[in-house]
């Protein structure tokens, strides 16, 4: 079955601390990517990336960064956590299919409810 | 603004009942996705439909895309209990890779 692991189910921090969440998939995919949930907003892409070494910015990406140093794990740094990072943060995954690099369907982690106080 | 938008924001039905959620978006798409998620979890894909495709089966859900009308609609049919849950839709452009989701429907399902 395929899998996308996220180390964290629930994190508390403090603000201005520095976060790291990793997020694992063992599918070889090329894209990853990160979002954030938050209630009445959807999920909003935070990062993401196409390969190893490459990323790009979503809609969001202010506060964050993002690192891809193994095809296999993307991880998102939040380098000073602040109260307005609370929310549940999701990794995805996915390949894409033809000359347009579209994407296919996305596999999901089971998210990180971060809490920063 | 969110490519995709869902309706309604919340549907509360009987078990065994159809459930018909409707998405909306902006652009011209490569294709629309359906996707559901427990609360608390991470979501899971349901189906996916393409530009050049109207309709399409899987189950007891059933994907239709009006690409005129830039809108899609899920349903399901004899509601379950267990399909209680939140359902997006989610677009890709046709010259890009990312994915951009509603905010939801939140779908309760009655014994």
């Known amino acids: 079955d395929v899998k996308v692991t996220q180390s964290s189910r629930y994190l508390v921090k403090r603000t201005g601390e520095k976060v790291f969440l990793e997020c694992v998939q063992d599918m070889d995919h090329e894209n990853m990517f990160w979002y954030r949930q938050d209630p009445g907003l959807g999920l909003r892409l935070i990062y993401f990336?196409?390969?190893?070494?490459?990323?790009e910015k979503g809609d969001i990406p202010e506060g964050y960064s993002v690192s891809r140093e193994k095809k296999e794990r993307f991880s998102l740094i939040l380098e000073s956590a602040s109260t307005n990072q609370t929310s549940m943060y999701l990794c995805?995954?996915?390949?894409?299919?033809?000359?347009?690099?579209?994407?296919?369907?996305?596999?999901f982690g089971s998210g990180t409810q971060l809490s920063v106080l | 603004s969110q490519q995709g938008e869902e309706d309604p924001q919340a549907l509360s039905i009987q078990e065994g009942e159809n459930a018909t959620m409707n998405c909306s978006y902006k652009t011209s798409i490569n294709n629309l996705q359906w996707y559901r998620q427990n609360s608390g979890r991470g979501l899971v894909h349901l189906i996916l439909i393409r530009s050049n495709e109207r309709e399409k089966h899987s189950g007891r859900l059933r994907v239709t895309l009006d690409t005129s009308k830039k809108s899609s609609s899920l349903l399901i049919t004899a509601s379950r209990a267990a399909d209680t849950a939140s359902y997006f839709c989610a677009t890709v452009r046709p010259s890009g890779s990312r994915l951009t989701f509603g905010e939801g429907t939140q779908l309760t399902v009655n014994p």
């Open positions: 990336s196409y390969d190893v070494k490459m990323k």
């Open positions: 995805a995954s996915s390949n894409t299919a033809g000359a347009g690099r579209s994407n296919e369907k996305l596999f």
